[in-house]
Protein backbone atom coordinates (compact mmCIF):
# COMPACT_ATOMS: atom_id res chain seq x y z
CA UNK A 1 0.00 0.00 0.00
CA UNK A 2 0.87 3.88 -0.52
CA UNK A 3 -0.91 6.84 0.52
CA UNK A 4 -0.32 9.75 -1.92
CA UNK A 5 -0.68 13.70 -0.83
CA UNK A 6 -0.18 15.93 -3.69
CA UNK A 7 -0.13 19.81 -3.29
CA UNK A 8 0.74 22.71 -5.05
CA UNK A 9 -2.06 23.58 -7.18
CA UNK A 10 -3.41 27.19 -7.48
CA UNK A 11 -4.61 30.05 -9.51
CA UNK A 12 -2.06 31.65 -12.18
CA UNK A 13 -2.24 33.29 -15.31
CA UNK A 14 -1.31 32.13 -18.35
CA UNK A 15 2.17 32.12 -19.45
CA UNK A 16 3.28 31.59 -15.78
CA UNK A 17 4.71 28.61 -13.24
CA UNK A 18 3.67 26.19 -11.08
CA UNK A 19 5.27 23.12 -9.72
CA UNK A 20 2.83 20.08 -8.27
CA UNK A 21 4.25 17.81 -5.62
CA UNK A 22 2.86 14.20 -4.68
CA UNK A 23 4.56 12.62 -1.20
CA UNK A 24 4.31 9.28 -1.33
CA UNK A 25 4.30 7.44 2.44
CA UNK A 26 3.28 3.80 3.43
CA UNK A 27 5.43 1.88 1.51
CA UNK A 28 8.36 1.32 -0.74
CA UNK A 29 8.27 4.65 -3.21
CA UNK A 30 11.89 3.47 -5.57
CA UNK A 31 9.31 0.63 -6.36
CA UNK A 32 6.96 2.59 -8.08
CA UNK A 33 6.18 4.05 -11.14
CA UNK A 34 4.76 7.51 -10.86
CA UNK A 35 2.25 9.62 -12.88
CA UNK A 36 0.24 12.57 -12.98
CA UNK A 37 -3.25 12.79 -14.88
CA UNK A 38 -5.84 15.66 -14.90
CA UNK A 39 -9.30 16.08 -15.61
CA UNK A 40 -11.30 19.30 -16.56
CA UNK A 41 -14.75 19.62 -15.97
CA UNK A 42 -16.97 17.37 -18.05
CA UNK A 43 -13.92 15.69 -19.41
CA UNK A 44 -12.23 12.23 -18.81
CA UNK A 45 -9.18 11.50 -16.58
CA UNK A 46 -6.49 12.26 -19.00
CA UNK A 47 -2.41 11.03 -18.86
CA UNK A 48 -0.16 14.23 -18.06
CA UNK A 49 3.45 12.53 -17.72
CA UNK A 50 4.60 9.34 -16.02
CA UNK A 51 8.25 8.75 -14.92
CA UNK A 52 9.61 5.04 -14.01
CA UNK A 53 10.53 3.58 -11.31
CA UNK A 54 13.67 3.61 -11.67
CA UNK A 55 13.61 7.34 -13.18
CA UNK A 56 15.35 6.10 -16.36
CA UNK A 57 12.48 7.27 -18.63
CA UNK A 58 9.96 9.67 -18.97
CA UNK A 59 6.60 10.19 -21.32
CA UNK A 60 4.56 12.86 -21.67
CA UNK A 61 1.32 13.78 -23.09
CA UNK A 62 1.59 15.68 -26.37
CA UNK A 63 -0.06 18.91 -25.28
CA UNK A 64 2.18 19.51 -22.48
CA UNK A 65 6.06 18.05 -24.07
CA UNK A 66 8.23 21.02 -23.71
CA UNK A 67 6.34 22.74 -20.98
CA UNK A 68 6.06 19.64 -18.28
CA UNK A 69 8.23 18.12 -16.41
CA UNK A 70 8.00 15.15 -14.34
CA UNK A 71 11.37 14.29 -11.78
CA UNK A 72 11.40 12.09 -8.29
CA UNK A 73 13.46 11.97 -5.24
CA UNK A 74 13.61 9.17 -3.67
CA UNK A 75 15.22 10.01 -0.46
CA UNK A 76 12.10 12.73 -0.36
CA UNK A 77 9.59 10.25 -1.36
CA UNK A 78 8.36 12.78 -3.51
CA UNK A 79 7.70 13.53 -7.03
CA UNK A 80 7.15 16.51 -9.42
CA UNK A 81 5.41 18.19 -11.93
CA UNK A 82 7.03 21.13 -12.83
CA UNK A 83 4.40 23.20 -15.15
CA UNK A 84 5.82 26.30 -17.39
CA UNK A 85 4.21 28.22 -20.28
CA UNK A 86 0.66 27.60 -18.46
CA UNK A 87 -2.30 27.41 -20.97
CA UNK A 88 -5.87 28.30 -20.04
CA UNK A 89 -6.48 24.92 -21.06
CA UNK A 90 -3.96 22.92 -18.09
CA UNK A 91 -6.85 23.91 -15.62
CA UNK A 92 -7.78 20.83 -14.55
CA UNK A 93 -7.35 18.82 -10.86
CA UNK A 94 -4.48 17.03 -11.03
CA UNK A 95 -3.78 13.68 -10.00
CA UNK A 96 -0.78 11.53 -8.81
CA UNK A 97 -0.56 7.97 -9.30
CA UNK A 98 1.23 5.11 -7.79
CA UNK A 99 2.10 2.01 -10.69
CA UNK A 100 3.38 -1.21 -8.25
CA UNK A 101 4.21 -3.21 -11.66
CA UNK A 102 7.84 -2.75 -11.88
CA UNK A 103 8.13 -2.04 -15.67
CA UNK A 104 11.24 -3.29 -17.60
CA UNK A 105 10.69 -0.44 -20.14
CA UNK A 106 8.49 2.54 -20.90
CA UNK A 107 6.16 4.21 -18.84
CA UNK A 108 2.12 3.16 -17.70
CA UNK A 109 0.06 5.97 -19.86
CA UNK A 110 -3.09 4.20 -19.03
CA UNK A 111 -4.93 5.44 -15.85
CA UNK A 112 -6.20 1.47 -14.86
CA UNK A 113 -2.72 0.42 -14.98
CA UNK A 114 -2.33 2.56 -11.59
CA UNK A 115 -2.97 1.00 -8.45
CA UNK A 116 -2.81 4.16 -5.90
CA UNK A 117 -4.28 7.62 -6.18
CA UNK A 118 -3.88 10.84 -4.78
CA UNK A 119 -7.10 13.29 -3.85
CA UNK A 120 -5.91 15.60 -6.71
CA UNK A 121 -5.12 19.20 -6.56
CA UNK A 122 -6.72 21.94 -8.67
CA UNK A 123 -4.72 24.42 -10.83
CA UNK A 124 -7.25 26.94 -12.52
CA UNK A 125 -4.70 29.05 -15.50
CA UNK A 126 -6.40 32.36 -16.04
CA UNK A 127 -6.27 34.41 -19.18
Known amino acids: QVQLVESGGGLVQAGGSLRLSCAAS????????MGWFRQAPGKERDFVAG????????HYAESVKGRFTISRDSVKNTVYLQMNSLKTEDTAVYYC????????????????????WGQGTQVTVSS
Open 26 to 33: GSTFSSYG
Open 97 to 116: AADRQRRRVGVAIFDYNYNY
Open 51 to 58: IMWSGGST
